[in-house]
């Protein structure tokens, strides 16, 4: 810590060493860099922040941040942090209610649902468009109980990066999703019935 650090200096915790004009550079710095961030995690897509929409993962950092820094960092004004936290719950809220109003721009803040698996077929398409591979939709759908695609009707990667699966009653042909090892061998089952047969 600076030796020059007078503990418990109430200017120096609140206001810092800038003048009181700076909690207005403050609130444009806040909304530019949240705009910033906001345009880069919602190119990086879903998979990058999986189980949290873009808005909340945005607000989880941006909290997180503004929160962890002005608690042991004595060249961080207090009511530069609480402005910061402020001004991101505002434009969180102002968000929410953008979407309330207005469902059909919901595409601008989260990417739209897409179908990764059609009858038992991987669908090429849906996995370009969402940027997930064939491995990373198989993984998700081991942790479902599906053991090959073709148990599956269709497979929707939502907008928070999860898998909805609805699964057909009549199977159709389609990919192994288990490991080679775990896969039943075709071979020793026939090995098995000739011992059987040898045995009788």
Same mark, same amino acid.
């Given at each position: 810590?600076?030796?020059?650090?007078?503990?418990?200096?109430?200017?120096?915790?609140?206001?810092?060493?800038?003048?009181?004009?700076?909690?207005?550079?403050?609130?444009?710095?806040?909304?530019?860099?949240?705009?910033?961030?906001?345009?880069?995690?919602?190119?990086?897509?879903?998979?990058?922040?999986?189980?949290?929409?873009?808005?909340?993962?945005?607000?989880?950092?941006?909290?997180?941040?503004?929160?962890?820094?002005?608690?042991?960092?004595?060249?961080?004004?207090?009511?530069?942090?609480? &402005?910061?936290?402020?001004? #991101?719950?505002?434009?969180? $809220?102002?968000? *929410? !209610?953008? %979407?309330?109003?207005?469902?059909?721009?919901?595409?601008?803040?989260? &990417?739209?649902?897409?179908? #990764?698996?059609?009858?038992? $077929?991987?669908? *090429? !398409?849906? %996995?370009?468009?969402?940027?997930?591979?064939?491995?990373?939709?198989?993984?998700?759908?081991?942790?479902?109980?599906?053991?090959?695609?073709?148990?599956? !009707?269709?497979?929707?990667?939502?907008?928070?990066?999860?898998?909805?699966?609805?699964?057909?009653?009549?199977?159709?042909?389609?990919?192994?999703?288990?490991?080679?090892?775990?896969?039943?061998?075709?071979?020793?089952?026939?090995?098995?019935?000739?011992?059987?047969?040898?045995?009788?």
């Amino acid at each position: 810590m600076d030796q020059n650090v007078v503990p418990f200096d109430i200017g120096r915790m609140l206001l810092g060493d800038t003048p009181p004009s700076f909690m207005a550079e403050i609130v444009v710095r806040t909304v530019i860099v949240y705009v910033y961030t906001f345009a880069m995690v919602r190119w990086l897509g879903g998979r990058s922040i999986a189980q949290l929409s873009v808005v909340e993962f945005l607000l989880v950092i941006a909290l997180g941040s503004a929160v962890g820094d002005s608690m042991f960092y004595p060249n961080v004004p207090l009511l530069h942090a609480l &402005a910061v936290i402020t001004i #991101v719950v505002l434009v969180n $809220k102002g968000i *929410d !209610e953008f %979407l309330a109003r207005l469902p059909q721009t919901q595409k601008l803040v989260d &990417a739209p649902p897409v179908e #990764v698996i059609n009858h038992g $077929k991987v669908l *090429d !398409e849906g %996995l370009k468009t969402s940027g997930y591979s064939k491995l990373e939709i198989f993984e998700q759908l081991r942790m479902q109980g599906v053991r090959d695609t073709g148990e599956v !009707e269709t497979a929707i990667l939502e907008s928070n990066g999860r898998l909805s699966v609805f699964k057909l009653k009549r199977p159709v042909k389609g990919e192994a999703l288990l490991p080679p090892q775990r896969m039943p061998s075709s071979a020793g089952h026939r090995r098995g019935k000739g011992k059987d047969k040898q045995a009788g």
